[in-house]
């Protein structure tokens, strides 16, 4: 599986925003954004021109593969399911992402950010309904309950997530247990829920060229 090791501020500075792709450090004064909100590269203050369609397609799917961390090889998979699934491609493609396990366990707080939640997915960490799921894309459905399983929350990262977790930030598609560090999901996600800008109508563009 391949793997992005090089500095994943280049990612929010490339697509012009912030991704929140390091958690509290995009906060803080030493966010790369704020300190040098330019594209990466030697000749990045030059007069870049202006992109062509296929440019701004390219953009849209790379700023929704970098934003929940999924490879193109995964994301074009998820795009094809969409594609035979009810409803509008696009948003059923955002839905199918925007439910992945390790973006519902950094939606619930639990995780500073998507790159820490999907780790403590894969470290075993995360339980649903009960059985230890170590797979980040699993996909939560209306019903579900994730939780840190018992044996983890003596850790002190969890001790210190306890008191470090905002529920105010938690969408209404889910339900927050603090105490506990578990979280239920009232309902399937929707467009509405996903918090960013994104253009999904152009990666439908880009995969039907």
């Known amino acids: 599986m391949a793997r992005y090791i090089d500095s994943v501020c280049k990612l929010c500075r490339r697509e012009g925003e912030k991704l929140y792709l390091k958690g509290n450090r995009c906060f803080s004064p030493k ?9 990466p590269g030697e000749h990045s203050t030059q007069f870049r021109r202006k992109e062509s369609d296929f440019g701004n397609q390219l953009r849209a799917k790379q700023k929704i593969k970098r934003l929940y961390g999924v490879y193109e090889k995964q994301f074009r998979r998820y795009f094809k399911r969409a594609l035979r699934m009810r409803g509008v491609t696009g948003e059923t493609l955002l839905i199918l992402l925007e439910s992945r396990l390790d973006n519902v366990v950094y939606r619930l707080n639990i995780g500073e950010s998507r790159a820490q939640a999907r780790q403590l997915v894969r470290h075993g960490h995360v339980s649903v309904n009960g059985h230890k799921t170590n797979i980040p894309s699993f996909l939560v459905k209306p019903g579900d309950v994730i939780a840190v399983r018992d044996r983890s929350k003596a850790l002190p990262f969890f001790k210190a997530r306890v008191q470090e977790i905002d529920g105010s930030k ?40």
């Open 31 to 39: 966010c790369a954004m704020d300190r040098r909100g330019t594209p």
């Open 170 to 209: 938690v969408p209404g598609w889910l339900q927050l247990d603090t105490d506990n560090l578990s979280g239920s999901v009232l309902a399937a996600p929707t467009r509405d829920d996903i918090e960013f800008t994104l253009n999904e109508q152009l990666v439908v563009e880009f995969y039907s060229r």
